[in-house]
């Protein structure tokens, strides 16, 4: 009897999809983005504006104003670069953080009187762009190195 219920399990478990197939299901659906998943750090840029493409591609097809998409593009290519800066090189961290805090700003800016969806966007994008095991290892890395560090809020518009 017992080898009877161990074998229906076995059977359920094996049916079961993985991790990686809920994924694909959901990419393919359309409900979360197709992101790239490779080796890569950097990952590819095929035009080279500093963002990856499939984040590129995602940030094109919401149903924002061209305005917030320029923003967004900013704060992609400001967390892409946090990635494959130099963590031992002061004035590069600081320009980093400086550049974080202006599109962050921007962001802001272009979403005005809602905050809270910039909010929601730049998590998103931060979360996109950290979405493999070296990707979110390299972010805590940069976050580390930044630990301490000070940045002035800005003013004005910081969005280019």
Do not use: H
């Amino acid at each position: 009897m017992m080898l009877a219920a161990c074998s229906k399990f076995s059977e359920i478990i094996s049916t079961e999809p993985t991790l990686s197939d809920k994924i694909k299901v959901l990419e393919n659906s359309g409900v979360i983005p197709k992101l790239d998943r490779s080796s890569d750090i950097k990952g590819p840029d095929q035009n080279l504006n500093g963002v990856r493409d499939d984040i590129d591609a995602w940030i094109a097809a919401l149903p924002i104003t061209e305005k917030q998409k320029k923003a967004a593009t900013q704060k992609a290519i400001a967390l892409q670069r946090t990635l494959i800066l130099d963590l031992k090189d002061k004035a590069v961290m600081d320009a980093s953080g400086d550049e974080l805090a202006a599109s962050t700003n921007c962001l802001g800016e272009v979403f005005m009187p809602n905050y809270q969806e910039s909010f929601k966007l730049s998590g998103k994008l931060e979360a996109m762009t950290a979405n493999t095991k070296a990707r979110a290892y390299r972010y805590i890395e940069y976050n580390r190195a930044a630990s301490g560090s000070t940045t002035m809020s800005p003013s004005g518009d910081t969005c280019k």
